[in-house]
Each structure stands twice: as C-alpha cells, then as structure tokens.
C-alpha cells in the first residue's frame, strides 16, 4: 500500500529554517510526482511546491524564494527547506503522490495528487 510519513515539524521563530522530510514506500519516485501543501487554521489547504517524477520542480508565486524542495531517490525521501519563515507559514504541511502524467511537469494542485500522508505541525512564533 502506497505510504507517505511526514517529519521534520515543530515550534521554531521567526526567522528561522526548517526541513521536512516524506519518506514515501511501496513506491519509487521515478514514476510519481510529490508535492508539498499546507493548511493553517481556519484556512483552505494550499500548495506549496512539487518535484516531478523527472526531478523538475514547481512552486506557488508565493512560495518562491524561501522554500526549496528536493529529493534523495536512494531514501525515496523528498524534503522541504524552509528559510526566513513567517509567523503566517504557520500550518500543518502534508507530502502527497501524484502519478506521473507527464515526467518532467508537475503542479502544486490539490486534484493532481491520490495519497496523501498524516501531515506535521509547524509553528512559527516567537
């Protein structure tokens, strides 16, 4: 059965770095894309980036700039850094498998990805 396991969340301030990981197994990445999104509260669930099955990557505009996705195929793990973060980067990011339709072009689309890990908390606050 397809799996995704986020980590890497926690309470860090403003300013500071982070980086998630999603361990995804049952699955090589060389056939799905996976992308990163995120839900604060009260809010609707927001993408955040993606890395292709090819290794091409996508970002929101928004997201441009301090987030920087990418991949270890030899862990089948695919991490999120985060720079410079916002107290308004506060939510609850989740990894989600995509299949590839096109190897080199992913979105961070909500209705392009099937499975989707539990998620993992991130507080930004001083």
């Known amino acids: 059965q397809l799996q995704l396991v986020e980590s890497g969340g926690g309470l860090v301030q403003p300013g500071g770095s982070l980086r998630l990981s999603c361990v995804v197994s049952?699955?090589?990445?060389?056939?799905?894309?996976i992308g990163w999104f995120r839900q604060a509260p009260g809010k609707r669930r927001e993408g955040v980036s993606c890395?292709?099955?090819?290794?091409?990557?996508n970002y929101t505009d928004s997201m441009k700039g301090r987030f920087t996705i990418s991949r270890d195929n030899a862990k089948n793990t695919v991490y999120l850094q985060m720079n410079s973060l916002k107290p308004e980067d506060t939510a609850v990011y989740s990894c989600a498998a995509g299949e590839a339709a096109v190897q080199n072009m992913c979105l961070p689309l909500e209705f392009e990805y099937d499975v989707w890990g539990q998620g993992t908390q991130v507080t930004v606050s001083s």
């Open positions: 049952q699955f090589t990445l060389d056939y799905w894309h």
């Open positions: 890395i292709s099955s090819g290794g091409t990557t």
